[in-house]
């Protein structure tokens, strides 16, 4: 490709506890390397807790810190111990990213495996410097993972939608639906759900459950059914792919996908990354300028107390010594104490001799 700075796309998989999202990261490994020519990715696992990834990371948090002696040591449970060691591994989220950083001309796409609990990862101020962080040096995509068949009943998906909505909003990054699992369960049922609300009310409507005793719909329903049309906008703002980490269906649909997000990431995320930044420099620039204009004030009421000083204080033309002054304008921290004391800094434009000028020295050559 002619990109002249060719960047990779980061690939962030979120999802419940079990969607599959490592089985997913392996997938999408071994269907990269297997494109001719290959592709590997970069592959980090931030699960400090797992056991076995069926992959082969480039970065592991388990290299970094050792959850079992996290717990220990912080007296911790699992969830806190995860927390903590996820919140260790950031504070060097730097060389991380020299890491990634390094690779970006001869890698395509740099994938993040996060901690089994979604939350950990989401509502943590770690999981969002991680995602902050990468989000604003390289085009970045979030994969929200669902497993499909655990999705059937209409309560289940709509908590699934509303969670995944919550991190869309919260990321802002572009957004793709990974209906895993196919192979158990085909997700056109969630396809149809979300292009059609009247769809989803009428399968809430069927489910056991919905009506009270004298078959009036319960607060729940009533509560669903208004909710299916606040996330008919959010459902706008997506793509769906159905695939099956397991057997490898639908993998290249969602590197289409991703190339799209990618786009939009281009054409939405860093536009208002930029205006974000551009918006904090110049807070930081009016905070400056206040304090100077203050301090200015704070001078001229000085000036206007102390009148007799102030005439006093009033540049002098005749004091001026030649016409060469000018010229040694140079803002120099002078000490201009007559006695030097040992440990003293010296000012070494003070030593120099006027009469230097003159002098020539000899040069190599
Ligand atoms: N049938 C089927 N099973 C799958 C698929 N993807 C994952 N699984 C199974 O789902 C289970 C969980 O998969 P993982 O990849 O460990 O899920 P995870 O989201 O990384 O899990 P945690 O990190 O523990 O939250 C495993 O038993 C996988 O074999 C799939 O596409 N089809
Ligand atoms: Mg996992």
């Keep these: 490709m002619a990109d002249e700075k060719k960047k990779p796309v980061v690939i962030i998989t979120i999802g419940m506890a079990g969607a599959?999202?490592?089985?997913?990261?392996?997938?999408?490994?071994?269907?990269?390397?297997?494109?001719?020519?290959?592709?590997?990715?970069?592959?980090?696992?931030?699960?400090?807790?797992?056991?076995?990834v069926p992959y082969e990371p480039n970065i592991d948090i388990r290299d970094t810190v050792n959850y079992h002696e996290v717990m220990k040591e912080y007296n911790l449970g699992p969830n806190g111990g995860i927390l903590t060691a996820l919140n260790?591994?950031?504070t060097k989220f730097d060389q991380v990213l020299e890491l990634v950083e390094k690779r970006a001309e001869t890698v395509d796409y740099v994938v993040l495996d996060t901690p089994?609990?979604?939350?950990?990862?989401?509502?943590?101020?770690?999981?969002?410097?991680?995602?902050?962080?990468?989000?604003?040096?390289?085009?970045?995509?979030?994969?929200?993972?669902?497993?499909?068949?655990?999705?059937?009943?209409?309560?289940?998906?709509?908590?699934?939608?509303?969670y995944a909505c919550s991190i869309l909003y919260k990321t802002k990054l572009p957004f793709i639906l990974v209906f895993n699992k196919t192979d158990v369960q085909p997700h056109n049922f969630a396809l149809e759900w979300m292009q059609d609300f009247e769809a989803f009310q009428a399968a809430l409507a069927a489910h056991k459950g919905?009506?009270?005793?004298?078959?009036?719909?319960?607060?729940?329903?009533?509560?669903?059914?208004?909710?299916?049309?606040?996330?008919?906008?959010?459902y706008r703002h997506l793509t769906a792919v159905g695939v099956s980490s397991m057997t490898g269906a639908g993998i290249k649909e969602f590197f289409d996908a991703v190339q799209a997000a990618r786009a939009e990431y281009e054409k939405e995320y860093l536009p208002e990354l930029e205006r974000a930044r551009k918006a904090r420099e110049d807070q930081l620039d009016a905070v400056k300028q206040d304090s100077m204009s203050r301090m200015m004030k704070d001078l001229e009421l000085d000036r206007a107390r102390n009148p007799e000083i102030v005439a006093r204080d009033r540049w002098d033309p005749s004091q001026e010594e030649d016409d060469d002054a000018d010229d040694e304008l140079d803002?120099?921290?002078?000490?201009?104490?007559?006695e030097r004391w040992p440990?003293?800094?010296?000012?070494v434009t003070q030593m120099r001799r006027r009469d230097d000028q003159g002098v020539s020295w000899p040069r190599p050559g």
């Design 20 to 52: 599959g999202k490592s089985t997913f990261v392996q997938r999408i490994n071994s269907y990269l390397h297997s494109q001719d020519p290959p592709s590997p990715p970069y592959v980090l696992n931030l699960d400090p807790a797992v056991t076995h």
């Design 210 to 234: 919905t009506t009270d005793d004298e078959g009036e719909p319960t607060y729940m329903h009533s509560l669903m059914n208004s909710m299916s049309l606040v996330l008919d906008e959010f």
């Design 116 to 162: 089994g609990q979604i939350e950990i990862f989401t509502w943590s101020a770690s999981g969002a410097i991680i995602t902050d962080a990468i989000a604003s040096s390289l085009p970045t995509v979030v994969a929200y993972i669902i497993d499909t068949p655990r999705t059937t009943a209409p309560a289940t998906f709509m908590s699934n939608m509303l």
């Design 88 to 90: 260790l591994f950031t």
């Design 343 to 347: 440990g003293q800094y010296i000012d």
């Design 331 to 338: 803002v120099n921290i002078i000490d201009r104490s007559e």
